[in-house]
């Protein structure tokens, strides 16, 4: 009976991916996948995603630290405050976006005033929407096995003579390293897979903020074709990445470096 | 030149109110049972756990004086520290486990690379130079464990527990070792564990620690000799009766009297040492310096040739009989039986 529902479930997940791979225009794929928007659509994806990336390690190790060694009254009030995007429709998060960063918004504003920055439909605004829906999943992540790791060992490289932070660069991050990739690539593939903070917040204009799933949903309408083509190319990258971190993300307990 | 440690922490449930002394060359064993506050002892030495009140200070240096506003950080003590379960780096080799203290202050990493070889050589380790921790017995990573907290120099050497994460089997060749290698340490060390076999074979001195407080201080010789505390007793294996002393008769809390030779009045200890008891079924027609209490035997451990009893009374005692005695005694716990003891080897000191 078990085995029965989770072939069911397997069902469930297969079929889509097969639907995709039926309907597929294989003999002209590579034709659809090497047209300038496509091409365009992707090496946009890429590069915000890779900012956003960069921008949650930058932001979000630091914060993931703070959360677990910093002792302090509303700890779980900014957790639940920093990871909130991971549950809130990402279309809530870029309404909300627009009305932080907007040209009218509280911060947009001077923003706009005093910088001349303007974020909402730039691609700097695709990088801001990417890296507020991405960054949490680094974020609980690294605070994760931060809390795990032995902390003695961190004592013991202050007695010889380390500063706090030539402990953390030397002893606390190599030993979360599995968490760090693990969480990296997480916040990545999220960044890569956004659509509705991007296109409320930053809107979608071919070159500028169309990436990959904002041009998949745009194709679907006048070529359904190469939307299923682009589609494709998305799967298989997320497959990549996962079956690339499923020793590191799914069999965690085992590893012997983050006990270590 | 010494390490003067008078620390007051508070933890928990710990009460931590204890006045260290480790004159330089000395090695002095902190022994003491679980929770009596060790280790919050030795991390408030090294640092990594601040003083509430007190003063930890190595030569002339104040390194830790809340009253002065006075705290030193962890790495810039000169102080080393070996770990209960070694604590080596996992993600580095051994060699550059043993240079990271230097490489921490600075030293350029060939010259560190070139002291941390010497001293893997020192441990007879230099082979395993590349090795990660992991591939290393409990024994070699104790021994790298040492070498990386020497290798910066110290002035102190703290060894928390250092044996106690080792198997049976290891253990008394790793002591041997690890006694070696003390020895050629010329500064302060200070040995927190709680097994008195280790205080013994490495200890110049020890402090016997109890919930908190200094029990008892001394060479192991005169600690064995005259236990403070039943932990203490326990451990060198000899009853310890407290109470109080009038007219030559010691009497106990508990009301029961002890016959002794001779001592002065007042609060006292004395010691029972086991197999100066006899047992028997019946009480003993004897003569007047002879003690008999009444009790019933609670446990019976054959150790070799002999037996130690456990009997319980007015007066609880632990005899080590013959297993001859044992046997021709037929005794069985729960049997009610009359232990004897000579006042002449009862000895007694003032508590």
């Given at each position: ?260 | ?92 080799s051994v060699v550059e486990n043993v240079a ?13 690379r070139r002291?941390a070889h010497e001293w893997l050589e020192?441990?007879?380790l230099a082979a395993t130079a590349n090795d990660r921790?992991?591939?290393l ?7 790298v464990?040492?070498a ?204």
């Amino acid at each position: 009976m078990v085995l029965v529902l989770a072939a069911i479930a397997v069902a469930f997940f297969a079929l889509p991916l097969v639907g995709l791979l039926w309907r597929a225009p294989w003999s002209n794929a590579w034709d659809y996948l090497t047209t300038d928007d496509a091409l365009t659509a992707l090496r946009l994806s890429l590069w915000c995603s890779a900012w956003s990336t960069l921008a949650s390690f930058v932001l979000g190790v630091p914060l993931a630290w703070t959360l677990a060694r910093v002792p302090f009254r509303g700890n779980g009030v900014v957790r639940a405050l920093c990871t909130l995007s991971m549950v809130l429709p990402p279309v809530v998060g870029g309404v909300a976006l627009f009305f932080a960063l907007g040209r009218r918004g509280i911060v947009g504003q001077w923003l706009d005033d005093w910088f001349g920055i303007r974020l909402p439909f730039t691609t700097a605004g695709v990088i801001v929407a990417q890296t507020f829906v991405a960054m949490p999943f680094l974020v609980i992540t690294v605070e994760a096995a931060l809390r795990q790791m032995d902390r003695r060992v961190e004592d013991a490289a202050r007695t010889l003579g380390a500063s706090s932070w030539y402990t953390f660069r030397r002893v606390t991050l190599p030993a979360i390293r599995p968490a760090l990739i693990a969480g990296g690539v997480l916040a990545w593939a999220r960044a890569l897979g956004e659509f509705g903070a991007t296109i409320t917040f930053a809107g979608n204009f071919p070159g500028t903020t169309q990436t990959l799933p904002l041009a998949i949903y745009l194709s679907l309408e006048t070529n359904p074709e190469a939307a299923i083509v682009l589609a494709l190319l998305m799967i298989a990258i997320s497959f990549a990445v996962l079956v690339g971190l499923r020793d590191r993300w799914f069999g965690r307990q085992t590893r012997p470096e983050l006990s270590a | 030149m010494s390490l003067v440690a008078d620390l007051s922490v508070q933890l928990g449930t710990l009460d931590l109110q204890a006045e260290l002394r480790v004159a330089d060359g000395e090695l002095l064993a902190l022994l003491g049972p679980n929770g009596a506050g060790k280790s919050t002892a030795l991390r408030a030495v090294a640092g990594l756990q601040p003083l509430h009140g007190g003063t930890v200070q190595v030569d002339d240096t104040v390194l830790d004086q809340p009253t002065a506003g006075t705290f030193v950080p962890p790495e810039r003590r000169p102080i080393g520290v070996v770990f209960q379960d070694h604590l080596l780096f996992a993600h580095m080799s051994v060699v550059e486990n043993v240079a990271f203290g230097l490489r921490a202050r600075n030293t350029p990493k060939a010259e560190a690379r070139r002291r941390a070889h010497e001293w893997l050589e020192r441990v007879g380790l230099a082979a395993t130079a590349n090795d990660r921790p992991s591939a290393l017995s409990g024994g070699q990573a104790q021994r790298v464990a040492l070498a990386r907290a020497l290798a910066i120099d110290p002035r102190v050497l703290l060894l928390d527990e250092p044996l106690a994460a080792l198997d049976a089997g290891t253990r008394a060749m790793v002591r041997r070792d690890l006694r070696r290698h003390l020895a050629s340490f010329a500064g302060m060390r200070l040995l927190v564990t709680h097994d008195p076999v280790d205080a013994y074979a490495l200890a110049d001195r020890v402090a016997v620690l109890e919930a908190g407080r200094i029990v008892q201080t001394g060479t192991l010789a005169e600690v064995a000799a005259h236990p403070r505390s039943r932990y203490v007793a326990d451990l060198v294996g000899v009853n310890l009766v407290t109470g109080k002393v009038t007219g030559g008769v010691l009497h106990t809390d508990r009301g029961a009297q002890v016959v002794i030779a001779d001592a002065p009045a007042g609060p006292s200890f004395a010691v029972i040492r086991p197999h100066s008891l006899t047992i028997t079924r019946d009480a003993p027609a004897g003569a007047s310096t002879r003690n008999v209490w009444r009790g019933v035997i609670t446990d019976i451990d054959r150790l070799g040739e002999r037996a130690r009893v456990g009997v319980e009374g007015e007066l609880p005692l632990t005899a080590e009989i013959t297993l001859a005695a044992l046997d021709a005694l037929a005794l069985r716990p729960g049997d009610d039986v009359h232990v004897g003891a000579k006042a002449t080897d009862i000895e007694v000191y003032p508590a």
